[in-house]
């Protein structure tokens, strides 16, 4: 996750197998490394417009920009000002991706996906993780010309006991 060749890690696996846990504590790693962490889960979003409020949202928190240069900024222009001129190293966290990108409305997936390439574009200074029931291929989302690792979790049983009778 810090590389700044892999810019996309996805986190994929059925639901209740720990994904939302590896993202939480793979989180909290990097912020033991002071990076810079936002975490966002994308449940129960509806639209491209739903989710560039939530990032700006956690950025003006962060303060990421002073306030006064963003008046008259339409949401997305003022989306694109933050990450154009983000100095520091950071990792944002799309926690149950898939909620969006299937959320059923029409080109919502195709939005956010562009939104995604957007912000990998203007700033090679942001890796993201996300976390999907399916595979990112699966959902046919392919982010050519990055680097993108994919974790499948699978549910290990645990044997506490084990005997062979013969
Ligand atoms: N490595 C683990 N060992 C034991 N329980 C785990 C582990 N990872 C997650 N869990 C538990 O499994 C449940 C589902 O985990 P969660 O991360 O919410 O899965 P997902 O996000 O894939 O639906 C939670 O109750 C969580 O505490
Ligand atoms: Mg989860």
Request: charged content about 25%; hydrophobic content about 40%; proline content about 2%.
């Amino acid at each position: 996750m810090t590389s700044e060749s892999t810019r996309l890690v996805s986190v994929w696996g059925s639901p209740g197998f720990g994904k939302t846990s590896v993202a939480i504590v793979v989180g909290h790693q990097l912020q033991a490394r002071e990076l810079p962490v936002f975490f966002l889960s994308l449940r129960g979003l509806k639209s491209k417009s739903d989710l560039t409020s939530k990032f700006l949202s956690l950025f003006r928190q962060a303060r990421t920009l002073e306030t006064n240069k963003l008046q008259d900024l339409s949401a997305d222009d003022e989306l694109c000002l933050i990450f154009d001129r983000l100095s520091d190293h950071c990792v944002i966290i799309l926690d149950n991706a898939d909620d969006l990108f299937e959320c059923g409305a029409p080109n919502v997936k195709e939005e956010v996906f562009n939104l995604i390439e957007e912000i990998l574009n203007r700033s090679d200074k942001v890796n993201f993780l996300l976390t999907t029931r399916e595979s990112l291929p699966y959902l046919n989302l392919h982010f050519q010309g990055y680097r993108v690792v994919s974790c499948f979790l699978m549910r290990v049983l645990r044997l506490t006991k084990f005997s062979i009778q013969q």
